[in-house]
């Protein structure tokens, strides 16, 4: 189900953001982040129950509304991070992707997993993504990297056809 | 509730540490630490229920007991890092508060949380820290960031007013 | 309970590995590796549960049986680089528990434990090692020495006696 | 010598910094950040020369200036990361020397070293800040920690009397 | 200047090098690897100076000689990873700055700037990718991003305009 | 040549050192260590030469002259914890050799390297130690790899034949 606005109405600013750029993704649920506008096709794909969800959306509210400018400021930078420049968001959800398997965290894999899936990667090129960061941080990242096909279970577009 | 001392007892040698003055913080249970003396009103704050405590204080009288020297001695040097000293121990605690954010370890964090807690910070104040962490640390401090603030809602002086 | 030949069948290439010299080890259930050849006396001795054991043993399956050559190969390197060269297994399977405790990484270190175990090396010796690695690693390893140390329990031939 | 007005200008959008303000301090040289603002008798101080310093400054205009508008936030972001909040400078900079230490970043320790005796930090203090580090870090922090006493011998407020 | 065949021949066994694919980038020159053929337009771009360039080719042909057939393995392996397969050898390329980026390793940033300016990256689209890495990774890569951009005058493609 | 007595006399409490049992090892001076006992067979071999080696020493005194006891006595531990015990001096300098490896720490590598060759590692042991290593860690210590082979270069034992 898509993040309803009124739970996260309120997180940002009124001149940067409005309930109705933040009913996007159920990515943003998972990793504190709010992911870019999606077109109608995209919304309308059901993704399957990340356990916990609410829980971390819920306390997404919470740090976006405990007053640190600075902590809120960030979050919005790190969602800017990923809009299109002179990268598209397709590339640079991949680069997220393999940028959070080397340094190991799950949380962040599953979030840009959903992003990659959302952007249309398909699930070979995931596969391949995934073996450069295998290959850049070695065997410790296998855990990770098993925990991420785990995921991709979950995940339309990129589950084993 | 506080450590029994019971549980505590014997987990070091008499000639430097006794029940009584193990009798001392919530915290040591959590990550294996003995934390410094506290003062009547801080011994009086009534610490939420962490969850698994009882099986870490467990294993750290089982690690304390095994036998090896060096392991027991770096646990009492770990200690004593964040005893009086040049710096006091408030500060300290929030150092190691923000060493354990940008290290990426929850265990460590919950430690530090609620020592920070126990030593007078402010819920502001912790959060100005765990900004600090979040710039140095990046974007992949973020879910460890979120369950801070899911484990201060536990932490009498840390909790949302 | 050992490994299936038949949940392991099919994992590798034929050239490479056959149905018989993969049922070898329950750390390979653990971690998605391959470890050595064990004689008959290690294959009788029964290992202790390991929690969700057969899921990572269907994911480390799912992972080998995607397609990706490099994946594989990867995974090949990595059960090659505990095999008796010029140093022993024994040896290099005591140098990964280090490696992953330093890395923190607990499925690792649990993989390496079991193995450990397998080859021989006693309990003081193992807590020996993981004492290099607090002392190299720091107080920020102590949650996963713990959890190592709980791990033990399970592992015949390093419970404490 | 302090940056010359000349060199910093035109770093910031006009908005957020002027040359005046970016006159502040020669740890923002080393590091690409922008320190808090000094009063004069902080400004008077002479910090000893820091190698490859004209060169570092170089850089951080080039990135500056290189047209990113992200880039150019995270830089403003960290800078205002130090500025007083619920914490004070002379707080965060002491946590930000020891974050970078346990992340081990030689030029991020020797820049919140020049800031911490820029605020006011004494010698023994920052021992025993880098004292928490070398704990929780563990001995790979040494050759760090190490370099870091290499640097205090060349600023001010730091050095061995 | 391009590597000579004849300080690269030997370093592979036959069956999968020569010395004509082996003359190929000066990338190889620098972290290890084998990058993939260039056409003759790339070979006819020249390189600007990277300094302790030989001495590097020099140290990777002992490794490769060095008679571990393990490593000799994962250099392979590595070098298969930025093959053209689901994705591109592009792509991949930006894929391997992003995680040397966050994973703060100087010399392996290099190498894939390098590779990037030749598979044909733009200026303005590395350092969107860098903006990424800078995000994921926080200040502590500040450094390493400053000696991307001091790097990047270096080479053909990435040089500011 | 063996640090002097003179250099090193009075860094440690006199019931723990004396002059004479830290006239031990050029290991020493390189990462603020003091390396277990040699006997006359070790000690008549001379080291090559290892560059900024007096200036590391020198750092070492003024650390531990500093007036910090935690420091000193988790340089103390840190020396112990390669000192004989359920497994031996030689054992463990090959563990933090691999320790050191994939948390790529240049100078702990060398400093291990010239233990592991003083403790009688023979050259192909520490070449299959540090693919361990390579095969944990994955290609980004690589470049640690290559500069272990040159230190190796340097050091009596460990030299290519």
Redesign the interface.
């Known amino acids: 189900m898509a993040a309803s606005p009124a739970s996260l109405a309120g997180r940002f600013p009124s001149e940067r953001f409005n309930a109705q750029n933040c009913r996007r993704s159920n990515a943003s649920l998972i990793?504190?982040?709010i992911p870019p506008r999606r077109n109608h096709a995209q919304r309308s794909r059901r993704l399957p129950k990340i356990s916990r969800r609410s829980?971390?959306a819920d306390?997404?509210e919470?740090?976006l509304g405990?007053?640190?400018l600075?902590?809120k400021?960030?979050?919005a930078?790190?969602h800017?991070?990923?809009e299109p420049?002179?990268?598209g968001t397709k590339?640079?959800e991949?680069?997220?992707l393999?940028?959070?398997a080397?340094?190991?965290?799950d949380?962040?894999i599953t979030y840009h997993l959903v992003r990659c899936g959302e952007e249309g990667w398909?699930r070979?090129?995931v596969?391949?993504?995934?073996?450069?960061?295998?290959?850049?941080?070695?065997?410790?990242?296998?855990?990770h990297?098993?925990?991420a096909?785990?995921r991709m279970r979950e995940i339309d577009g990129l589950k084993?056809s």
Do not use: M, W
Not at 102 to 105: D, K, N, Y
Not at 127 to 143: E, Q, R
């Open positions: 990793c504190g982040k829980q971390r306390l997404n919470e740090i405990c007053g640190h600075g902590i400021r960030f979050f930078l790190d800017q991070a990923y420049g002179p990268l590339t640079k991949l680069l997220g393999v940028a959070s080397v340094l190991r965290c949380d962040c398909k070979d090129e596969i391949d993504a995934l073996n450069v960061a295998l290959i850049v941080g070695g065997s410790i990242t296998i855990p990297v098993r925990r096909f785990a084993s």
